[in-house]
């Protein structure tokens, strides 16, 4: 949303600087993005009076002598039809930007040129695209005689030299009242520490759009009289009576509809200020009509939608006009303003005539009935609608308009009559209101809270007084009572975030400044350790002390990796909204992911490495939790690989795999893995890979990898790896560590046999009840049978 | 072997088969090419996966129980010069440490949780455009991995509470792994770490939330610090506010430079209330900041993409 500076100044007295502002807005209110200076956007731009203008035959061209207040005539050329002689235009002067390119990395330098090869031109005369104040580059713009003289800044005459906010506006997701300048205005008075004096409900008059004074209204156009003394909830001024209905007040908890008829021409002549506050908020003039409704949206911040009323009975078959609210029907279409054609679904709300859908409610007028130039009368419809449908519509079909934006905010019904008075009074130069429908059958409820002095400064830590609450929320619109045992405070009715006391509380430690609350240390108290959180402090400690490398891969896997891999997709939980097939799959174990990141390293070429990861993972074959969220298991995966290796890859990684666990306390065994049916086990080759057993149960597999894997992986021989279960390592972890100091004597024994390692130590151990002993070399003579291992006994 | 003769000899057949479409008329030559095509694929297949397995019985086998391969030397360790901590873990256990010093207790963060921690329980109206702006990742199922690890607020309020009865305060912080359905660019990553701190007392106040803040950032950066906040809006908590701090010396912050670093507030009584918590007797206050942000300001680094790289050129000098 951007918010210019000059438009806020019309409501509030602002006497600090900007800069000052700015900080205060951001700290008090809203996340500010940017601040775009337009201060010199419009520098040598000049209002000047065209004095002959004479058509160059056979050309588009005109020759003019403009007066810009200077003692001579300057000569300009201009193609446009609309120039003609004694009019107000707009001048670019020799040297100026064109303030359309100002932002442009080249801006573009206006001059003095020979044009037909003999006509001098000194600077332009501009269009309104050529200004940035519309998307008009038929003809040249026109400056009422009342508002400015020849010699006259532009941006003097139109309050051009101006700052623009830029504001983030996921920051006021909770303030629809924020999405109109008033609202914007208001929040700026607060902040300030001014009452807000402006009241558009009760006598706002539209000062903006005359500045300095007020504007005359028409007596016939003052419909609030009529509408305040009916008593009736549906309120019916006229002649030309719509007939209108709401399906379901839910989807549309209110509607006004007013019908106006032509009695007269806008001729949109010239420039207006309401053109250049339409630009400067990022939205561009259109026509009278359409330029009024979005003016009053960005005064508002209530949306309203403008149709062709002769178009509208049309399209309804019907004599007068009959608009019904009401869900989309699945399949239906409508075209809307911008040509698209979108196919509707049940979540959309719909404005039909006689049933036929005519515009997408709250986003985007149907085409069909689209005011234009010959537009006769109008029906103009003020309406609230619910904003759970309208994000449905926004995310369904991309809409993303200035008024869905302040729609899905959650706009507040209070005001929708109002709106539609001040649009037919903008209006009443062209148009008398023939008649009003407002179907408002339940209306909001005022909300009043209670709360104390002291429940305000014991949350926020301050020693503020009821005065000064007092006065704080008043200058906001509050209402509040004091009746000497706590506020009663009565919220006005476009805060529709305020409802409980400690939004109060908010409001008033915003509004005041956070910043000038004491940070104070609460008193605290000693924590106890996370033992696993502690337990994977030591392992990284370990790891990198041996050489080994941490590494943090993605949660989520593709399809194919899991079947590189050898794992069943089906045991993994799917993502239906992933941004790439890569990342479709929640994964299952960890290893797989580092098989892909070891091909990646031995590409780079790293020669050696052992990569791991500790992280979480689930397998849709573990179930739920009592809290009925997936059982989850902290993982720890490892590979090491090595480019140019001929040896056993397996007894690297289980020298990894035993010395952690010997650091943690923990005592395994290796015993030859049966199967390698398990999730974080089907990677590895059962021949060449053992189980991680302690106490008898499982906590992990250590291995090489099926020859089909690694081909998969594109990895060098000698590759292998870990991965085992923290959680159960955790239960089995002691701060138990035996050290023995005594000296040990050593010896070597060396046993020829044809057992495997683990039968043999066995023997020797049962020589040797109460030595150490610690693995040697295994060496078997080419052709034997029988290997001869070592032993190291420590006795 | 066998096996795969067989399914070799059928391959052929179907070949041959494929060969004869030129006999047909050409208006069934479409479909007929269809279906063999299927049945080619179907059988081609297969001789992958028999080959598959062929490779993987071709896998000698060795003795698991040793420790070290026959007539090799006993394998040893790759030096520590090689070895690194990846530093966002390296940032987050600094973070934890200091909180853990400051008496918060550690609770980590799940990976996969539910639309009830993630929203319901974090006073989110149902269906309401705030859950929009977290643009989550969901399962099948409906499960969500975390956006937030704000997840965990109502686990950390229930599991603790037995704390408040004690007369002791609830004093917590959850790291975490984070997801967010975002584009990755150089300041953007789908995957990324959170801390989230819950303090839950009698009298806390909002003083002593940006009083803690405060504090973690002095002890972190090592240095006395000037603190800002702004005006934010979370659903969970009231007031919600954006914490910033002045800009570092050791990060060449000069006067005048702001960094924002987390969104915080007092937690809403309705969050309260659903973990059996009596919001007129305790307040609490509730953050939770981004751990990337830090490490990429302490190294310069520019491009967050390279932390879930796996690159180890980047990650070995992290030694």
Known sequence: MRISLNWLRKFVDIKVSDDELVRLIGARLVEVEDVIDETHKYDKIYVVKVVEAEKIPDTHLTKCMIDCGRDELVQVMCGAPNVHEGMLAAWIAPGAVVPASVHEDAPFVIGTRKMLGKYDSHGMLAAADELDIGEDHEGIIEIDPEMAKAGDLLADVFELNDKILDIENKSLTHRPDCFGMIGFAREVSGILGQKFEYDFLRDGSLRPVVTGEAPSFDATLRLRRAVVTSESPQKVYSKLLPTITISDNTICPRLTVVVMEKHGEIKKKYLTYIDTVLAKSGMKPISPIVDATNYLMLLTGQPLHAYDYDKFVKVGKTDKAVLTVRLAKKGEELVLLDDTEVVLNENDIVITSNDVPVGLAGAKGGKSTMIDENTRNILLEVATFSLYNLRKTQMAHGIFSEAITRYTKGQPPYQTMTVAEKCAEMLSDGFKVAGMVDEYPNPEKQIVVKITTNEINDLLGTNYSTELITKTLGNVGFQINNDGNGLTVTVPEWRTDIHIPEDIIEEVGRLLGYDNIEPVLPPHYTAEKNKMFEMKRIIRDWMARYGANELLTYSFVSEQLLKKAGLDIKNSYRIVNSISPDLQLVRQSIVPSLLDKAYMNEKLPVDKFAIYEMNTVYRKELGFTDEKVPVEKKSLGFVVAERKNNETAYYKAKKYVAKLLEELNVVADYVPLKSNKSAEAKPFEAKRSAEIKVNGECVGVVGEFKNSVRNEFKLAPYAAGFEIDLDKVLTQMSHKKQINVKNRKTEDLTVTTDKNYAEALKDVQKKYPDAMIRPGTIYQAEGQKTRNITFHIEK | ?319
């Open chain 2, 1 to 319: 072997m066998e096996k795969l003769e067989k399914l070799k000899q059928e391959l052929k057949k179907i070949n041959a088969e494929a060969a004869s479409v030129k006999d047909l008329p050409v208006e069934k030559r479409a479909e007929f090419g269809r279906k063999i095509n299927a049945k080619k694929q179907e059988v081609l297949a297969k001789i992958a996966e028999v080959e598959k397995a062929l490779v993987d019985v071709a896998a000698e086998p060795i003795d698991v129980t040793a420790w070290s391969g026959t007539n090799e030397a006993l394998p040893g360790f790759y030096s520590t010069e090689l070895g690194s901590k990846h530093p966002l873990m390296t940032e987050l256990n600094r973070v934890v440490e200091i909180y853990q010093m400051m008496g918060f207790e550690v609770m980590e963060s799940r990976q996969l949780d539910d639309e009830y921690h993630m929203f319901d329980s974090l006073n989110f109206a149902k269906e309401h455009p705030a859950r929009d702006g977290y643009d989550t990742f969901r399962t099948e199922e409906g499960l969500i991995p975390p956006a937030h690890t704000s997840t965990m607020q109502h686990r950390a309020l229930k599991k603790y509470k037995y704390k408040l009865e004690q007369g002791e305060p609830i004093a917590v912080v959850v790291p975490g792994r984070v997801y967010r359905n975002e584009d990755v660019d150089a300041t953007h990553e789908h995957t990324f770490y959170q801390c989230e701190g819950i303090f839950v007392s009698e009298t806390c106040t909002l003083g002593n939330m940006l009083g803690v803040l405060r504090e973690f950032f002095e002890r972190y950066y090592e240095q006395k610090l000037e603190i800002r906040t702004q005006p934010g809006y979370f659903p969970f908590t009231e007031p919600s506010v954006e914490f910033m701090i002045e800009k570092p010396k050791v990060l060449g912050g000069k006067k005048g430079d702001w960094l924002e670093m987390l969104g915080c507030g007092m937690i809403h009584p309705n969050v309260l209330k659903m973990a059996g918590i009596d919001p007129d007797k305790y307040h609490g206050f509730a953050w939770g900041g981004g751990i990337d942000r830090l490490v990429l300001l302490r190294y310069g680094l520019g491009d967050i993409r390279v932390f879930e790289s796996g690159n180890l050129n980047f990650l070995r000098e992290f030694n």
